[in-house]
């Protein structure tokens, strides 16, 4: 079957540590991915967007990361911060360009 | 308008009733998605407009749900006959391209008692 699988669990960290969430699928060949931040009661914020054909992309404290055969996506913020603290949404964007979401990893940083 | 707008922001029907949600996505963008989402969960894909087409409608889950984006601009979501298993926000997005970023709404929480 097709999925997208986040970690479910949410993630703690401190203030200024890096926070690495993960993105996992199986059955998709996604010609984008593409990394949303979602706070409560909000429509999800677009952070970052990487093609199959790109290893790595950054964007001020953000790096994600593709990788095709693993078929997995990590997303790090580095020097997080409280503000940090959101829901992070996975998103593959298939041929057709339907995009599809994950179930989200909460993530909170503590001052 | 700055942003993609949704309206209504709330809405509470009865079951058996018929509701309509609009978006008015950013003026220019061609792509308009619609997302329903319950509590704890990612965005559930619905539809797909690539201009005034649905170009992919696969999400929608039977056939009391329909969508229109007669000019290609603002997208209507209709629901028929809804039941206590509607109720969830439903949200909006717009795109300059096809699968690029996506801009959300804020959503309109539907609630049917």
């Known amino acids: 079957s097709q999925k997208i699988e986040q970690n479910s669990e949410a993630l703690n960290i401190q203030e200024g540590k890096t926070a690495t969430l993960t993105c996992n699928y199986t059955n998709y060949s996604p010609a984008y991915l593409q990394w949303y931040r979602q706070d409560p009661g909000r429509g999800p914020v677009f952070l970052l967007l990487?093609?199959?054909?790109?290893k790595e992309k950054r964007k001020e404290r953000l790096k994600v990361t593709f990788d095709t055969t693993l078929k997995q996506s990590l997303f790090h913020i580095t020097a997080s911060q409280p503000a940090d603290s959101a829901t992070y949404l996975c998103a593959l964007t298939l041929g057709g360009f339907k995009t599809i979401f994950g179930a989200g990893t909460r993530l909170f940083v503590k001052a | 308008g700055a942003g993609v707008s949704q309206t209504p922001s709330n809405k509470v029907t009865e079951k058996g009733k018929y509701v309509e949600l609009r978006c008015d996505p950013i003026?220019?963008?061609?792509?308009l998605y619609w997302y329903r989402q319950s509590l704890g969960q990612g965005p559930e894909f619905l539809i797909y407009f690539q201009g005034t087409g649905a170009a992919d409608d696969s999400g929608l889950p039977n056939d009391r749900f329909f969508a229109v984006r007669p000019e290609g601009s603002v997208s209507t979501l209709k629901i028929q006959r809804t039941e206590r298993g509607d109720s969830a926000v439903y949200l909006c997005?717009?795109?300059?391209?096809?699968?690029?970023?996506?801009?959300f709404g804020q959503g309109t929480r539907l609630t049917v008692v």
């Open positions: 990487i093609r199959e054909n790109e």
């Open positions: 997005a717009s795109s300059p391209i096809s699968g690029g970023e996506a801009f």
């Open positions: 003026s220019g963008h061609t792509a």
